[in-house]
């Protein structure tokens, strides 16, 4: 499906902070899978199985094969276009630049790594990071690219069967919220890309963003999201197709202001 709606004109040459909220989607053409697609993440494994903490109390090797399998993808896999796009807004805009991901992967900071640092630009993983686990005994938390087995030993307490994946699971709180609210409050353009929806509180962004009565809000998504009548703007197609283009205008738009 394509399709652009905009209900208000923009004047993106007025921004001067922006959020962006991205999820699974956005890196669906870097050859990972969504959740919720029909062949999506979710469809061999049950989501109270692999992504509560009551599944991983049941059967901890299964979820740690689970993320196993999925921290050894990252290695496989490259950020596409869309990532690259919004590495480059990072580098070119000159204002203020909040960039949530619920994606536990790392294919933005590999693309944004590429360009110069924005002092600007900032960073959230809301939902955590595959490359990294967490003790449960001190919640000290530790960059991982290899498997965690029944045998593999905490660096911190040095005992078996304490690591975790850095992951935020259902019923978990979500990391960094408070700056994440104080971001959504102040912002005048909010962009959401390659999410359902269906998760709160990320889905409900859109509607905090637009409570001050000064946020742009715009939806970039290949289908009309849950919440795609909550925005001001919507675009419906691939993230590495959309997400480019809206760059460029958001660059030049400002260019000229
Ligand atoms: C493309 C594309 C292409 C594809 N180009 N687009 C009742 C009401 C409200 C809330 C609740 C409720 N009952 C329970 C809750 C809370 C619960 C919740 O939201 N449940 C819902 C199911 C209702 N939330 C929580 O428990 C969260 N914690 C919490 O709420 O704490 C309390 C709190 C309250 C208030 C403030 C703060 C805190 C925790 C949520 C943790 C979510 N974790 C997961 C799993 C991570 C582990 C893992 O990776 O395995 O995170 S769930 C999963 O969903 C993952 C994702 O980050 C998240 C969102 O999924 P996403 O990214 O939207 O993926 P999809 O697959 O759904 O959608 C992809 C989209 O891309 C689709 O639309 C495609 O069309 C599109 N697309 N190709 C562009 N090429």
């Known amino acids: 499906m394509n399709g652009i709606r905009y209900s208000i004109p923009m004047h993106l040459h007025t921004v001067n902070s922006i959020v962006i909220l991205t999820g699974a989607g956005i890196s669906?053409?870097?050859?990972?899978?969504?959740?919720?697609?029909?062949?999506?993440?979710?469809?061999?494994?049950?989501?109270?199985?692999?992504?509560t903490p009551e599944g991983f109390a049941r059967n901890p090797v299964l979820v740690q094969q689970f993320y196993n399998q999925r921290r050894a993808q990252l290695l496989s896999v490259e950020p596409n276009a869309a990532h690259h796009a919004l590495a480059q807004l990072a580098e070119g805009f000159k204002g203020s630049?909040?960039?949530?991901?619920?994606?536990?992967?790392?294919?933005?900071?590999?693309?944004?790594?590429?360009?110069?640092?924005?002092?600007?630009?900032?960073?959230?993983?809301?939902?955590?990071?595959?490359?990294?686990?967490?003790?449960?005994?001190?919640?000290?938390?530790?960059?991982?690219?290899?498997?965690?087995?029944?045998?593999?030993?905490?660096?911190?307490?040095?005992?078996?069967?304490?690591?975790?994946?850095?992951?935020?699971?259902?019923?978990?709180?979500?990391?960094?919220?408070?700056?994440?609210?104080?971001?959504?409050?102040?912002?005048?353009?909010?962009?959401?890309?390659?999410?359902?929806?269906?998760?709160?509180?990320?889905?409900?962004?859109?509607?905090?963003?637009?409570a001050s009565g000064r946020a742009h809000t715009v939806e970039i998504n290949l289908e009309p999201s849950q919440t795609h009548s909550l925005f001001h703007e919507t675009r419906h197609g691939k993230a590495t197709e959309l997400v480019p283009k809206f760059v460029e205008e958001l660059l030049s738009n400002r260019n000229k202001g």
């Open 97 to 210: 630049l909040l960039l949530v991901t619920q994606n536990v992967d790392n294919l933005h900071e590999r693309a944004y790594r590429q360009r110069r640092a924005n002092a600007n630009f900032r960073f959230v993983h809301m939902h955590g990071e595959l490359a990294k686990v967490r003790c449960t005994e001190t919640e000290m938390v530790y960059d991982w690219t290899e498997d965690i087995t029944a045998q593999t030993l905490c660096p911190c307490c040095r005992e078996i069967g304490t690591l975790r994946p850095h992951i935020v699971w259902f019923g978990e709180m979500p990391l960094e919220m408070p700056v994440i609210y104080e971001a959504l409050r102040k912002c005048d353009l909010f962009i959401s890309i390659g999410t359902s929806g269906n998760v709160y509180p990320a889905a409900g962004f859109v509607a905090e963003a637009r």
């Open 28 to 51: 669906a053409e870097s050859g990972l899978s969504t959740f919720r697609a029909e062949n999506g993440l979710w469809c061999n494994h049950p989501i109270e199985d692999v992504a």
